[in-house]
């Protein structure tokens, strides 16, 4: 095997990685190539049979259960996954330092990025950042430049890093969506390009508090120079003003260049403006970014246009998990909305949406977690009833509906009361939609 020279970790080294998802498989099979001896914890111990093969063939240890200072005693690395609280990997580092010291810890963004010689973009954001890089790679493309779109979303960096050493392909900019999680544990991480959309309450029951998500989000600026750009939103200009920054500066507006697109909301254009800064830097033109935008379709659970079914528009923006989010949601509609929303609240300030709920929602489905949390803020402004599930509060409001309305879901949370996650969400809205369409049975609902 041949060894992927670095200064991070020498062959035959200790290395663990917590967590077996795709980012920790892709950190596990990245640190074999470096030479390491890798260790896999994961406490649900939730490792897929093709995942045991290949650890068997390339002899990675794996480990189930609850973790244990012990396992990380003889480490030389740490790679947690981005879902692993800090809080929690913290005390286990502290518990197994020995006479060798205490475990160094990175995140596998870090990891991989120690690796890579391409041009960077990254963006992170409390909302908006999976549109973005997505605008950011199809600007890129549409002017020639080859490129790999990833990091929180997708496939992850490692991922790319072995594929890249395995067959010698080699993109010209990496496009990576990054989170806080993933801020928190880098240290030499440098993008020529790092943007940050927005900042609110967010991710606070992993966070200390609303400063230390703050801090990450703003460290990924840290090791950026003169010859680099940071670009951020004009929300952000008054924070941005208290710290000394060596790149470059800029904010995006709306300046009226991206009036040609699918997507919906002037939260989306925005996005484009941001996507626009930060490719101009790589030489992309105006024009070749409008044809890109103009293009671009909307991604799946994210303002996506399902169905517009007997005048009524069905719209799933089941990736909205803050009240942030929801603003920029509600903020782009004109029409009178009918808004599903509810599950696991992770904070944020919900009274502050009462004049937009009372300019442009005519009632409020609310279903599964959190009731009181969304009843005590909004029961003034907008008429709101709760159902246990999705489907009982979807099929209130349907009946409500009248030509001209968008059913919106918009939910404000995560999605862990009663799904997987938001893709699953998702699809549970639209399975409810595709049931009212023509030839499907419309079970209790009035066509």
């Known amino acids: 095997m041949k060894i992927l020279e670095n200064k991070l970790i020498k062959p035959g080294e200790p290395a663990v990685v917590v967590g077996s998802g795709r980012s920790g498989i892709g950190a596990a099979r990245l640190l074999h190539l470096a030479g390491a001896k890798v260790r896999v914890l994961d406490k649900k111990s939730a490792f897929s049979e093709e995942f045991k ?23 030389a690395l740490v790679v947690p996954s981005p879902g692993v609280p800090i809080a929690v990997l913290e005390p286990l580092l502290e518990a197994a330092g020995g006479s060798k010291g205490r475990p160094e810890w990175i ?3 870090e990891l991989a990025a120690r690796f890579a010689v391409e041009r960077i973009i990254a963006v992170t954001g409390t909302s908006g950042k999976t549109t973005t890089v997505g605008i950011a790679a199809a600007m890129c493309e549409e002017a020639g430049k ?14 790319y890093i072995v594929n890249r050493e395995k067959i010698g392909e080699q993109a010209d900019i990496l496009v990576l969506e990054v989170s806080s999680f993933q801020l928190q544990g880098i240290r030499n991480f440098h993008p020529e390009v790092g943007v940050l959309l927005n900042l609110s309450e967010n991710h606070l029951d992993q966070h200390k508090d609303m400063a230390e998500y703050r801090e990450a989000k703003f460290s990924l600026f840290k090791n950026q120079c003169a010859a680099d750009l940071a670009v951020f939103g004009e929300s952000l200009a008054e924070e941005a003003g208290k710290r000394n920054f ?16 699918r997507l919906l909301g002037q939260h989306n254009r925005l996005n484009m403006e941001a996507a626009f800064l930060a490719v101009r830097h790589f030489g992309v033109s105006l024009e070749a970014a409008r044809r890109a935008a103009e293009k671009f379709a909307p991604l799946p659970n994210r303002l996506e246009s399902v169905a517009e079914i007997k005048g009524v528009f069905y719209v799933n923006d089941s990736k909205c998990t803050t009240v942030e989010a929801l603003r920029a949601a509600l903020a782009g509609f004109e029409k009178p909305v009918l808004l599903l929303a509810g599950g696991v609240f992770k904070g944020g300030d919900l009274p502050s949406l009462a004049p937009l709920l009372e300019k442009n929602v005519k009632a409020v489905g609310l279903y599964g977690a959190s009731r009181a949390i969304f009843e005590k803020a909004w029961k003034n402004s907008v008429p709101v009833s709760w159902d246990a599930t999705m489907a009982e509060a979807f099929a209130r409001l ?15 949370t995560s999605s862990f009361d009663q799904y997987t996650d938001y893709k699953e969400r998702g699809a549970d809205f639209r399975g409810l939609v595709s049931a009212l369409m023509p030839g499907c049975l419309e079970t209790g609902l009035e066509g």
Not at 53 to 69: C, D, I, N, Q, V
């Open 246 to 261: 060596r790149a470059a500066v800029d904010f995006f507006r709306d300046t009226g260049n991206f009036t040609k697109t």
């Open 107 to 109: 995140s596998e963004l």
């Open 53 to 75: 093969a290949e650890a068997a063939e390339r002899g990675f240890e794996l480990l189930g259960g609850e973790h244990k200072p012990e396992q990380f005693a003889d480490a």
């Open 398 to 412: 349907r009946k409500q509906a009248v030509p001209g309305d968008t059913l919106l879901l918009s939910p404000a």
């Open 146 to 159: 080859k490129v790999f779109l990833g990091g929180n979303i997708g496939t992850p960096l490692s991922e």
